[in-house]
């Protein structure tokens, strides 16, 4: 019953409707500021910045796979990155995420990745022992650095 | 007398040079397998997975960034991520560093990110203090889940 295909410009407002249910599943739904029109223009253009897997059970859409290629410079190999991955509550319980997760795992190695990478929120007990018991690794020591609107602007000297 | 300008094809030997002396730095040159080959196919075809900032101080290299776009689903724009930063021992204490850290704030803005992210080691105290003066926010709540090698290939059924 289930079915992974990859996403087209025309499940662009599908695809801004399950970012918008996965941001009310984590209350921020306000955090979504994408358009349609920013998501045709960056996933679907010449130069497609991301990727989408679409999950469909009987031809019903029940969830998504936001992915895009990252880069090892000590491997010299890509690393397939994991933005989003989203199965609607209705849905849960029937393996879904699983084979989301085994489906990216064949897409990394069949483009060529060396590794694939995510991450998770650390007080997210569930999804951290779902994720080990993929055989992931959580790694404790690298922390992210972000810089963006004032700060970011102030940096540039703008 | 420092100048900072975008990679070509040519530079992919120094470019191999710079990850090899910044792993050495680091303490763990044989994890380098990167090779000139793969850098030339997968950073200067016709889609670049990734983009070099060489600094030169005089005409001499002394340092390199590698990023690449990542995407923000709930913003719908791109993220300038930065994957290496290194400037040479012997050419430090000049502000080489920080200005690189300009350079990508401003490329960052002309490419319509709305954001600029790295990682950095939880242990290293004078990164974070470099990173934290340049405006930037230490996340400490996201972890970094990864899969690669036997476990990547267990999970494709490979």
């Not at 491997?75 to 199965?87: H, K």
């Not at 209705?90 to 060529?112: F, H, Q, V």
């Amino acid at each position: 019953m289930l079915r992974l295909r990859p996403a087209t410009r025309a499940d662009v407002p599908l695809i801004l409707s399950l970012i918008r249910e996965l941001a009310t599943y984590e209350r921020d739904p306000a955090a979504v500021v994408a358009t349609e029109e920013a998501l045709a223009r960056d996933g679907f253009g010449e130069r497609p910045l991301f990727q989408v897997t679409i999950a469909e059970w009987s031809g019903t859409p029940v969830g998504f796979a936001f992915w895009f290629f990252a880069y090892s410079t000590w491997r010299g190999q890509p690393t397939l990155y994991l933005e989003d991955l989203f199965v609607r509550p209705e849905a849960r319980g029937r393996g879904i995420g699983k084979e989301m997760m085994r489906y990216l795992a064949r897409t990394a190695l069949d483009t060529g990745c060396g590794r694939f990478v995510w991450q998770v929120l650390d007080w997210n007990s569930p999804s951290i022992e779902f994720y080990e018991s993929l055989g992931a690794q959580v790694v404790h020591e690298w922390l992210t650095c972000r810089l963006d609107g004032e700060a970011l602007r102030a940096l540039a000297g703008r």
